[in-house]
């Protein structure tokens, strides 16, 4: 198969654990939704918003699946590389 365009490596950096059943998310997130800016509501726990804590931050594996206090609902990531492949 050919290369794709760009290829991006993330580190993932930390997890959002549920405080409750109250949990939303602010948007029908699948999973890789990037948001440029440090400070992007991602959702609400309680009421409180979820921020991204940082720049070009990637929700990893989105789920309220499983939503009960202590677990994790989301992985944040960090793209720390974006290569390009052929053009």
Not at 8 to 26: D, M
Request: proline share 9%; aromatic share 6%.
């Amino acid at each position: 198969m050919p290369l794709p365009d760009e290829m991006l490596i993330v580190r993932v950096t930390e997890p959002v654990v549920a405080k409750s059943l109250n949990f939303r998310f602010s948007g029908n997130y699948t999973g890789l939704e990037v948001f440029p800016e440090a400070g992007s509501v991602i959702g609400w726990s309680d009421g409180e918003a979820v921020r991204t804590p940082y720049p070009d931050c990637m929700l990893v594996m989105p789920s309220l699946r499983q939503l009960r206090a202590g677990v994790t609902i989301v992985r944040l990531g960090r793209i720390e590389h974006r290569l390009t492949g052929p053009q």
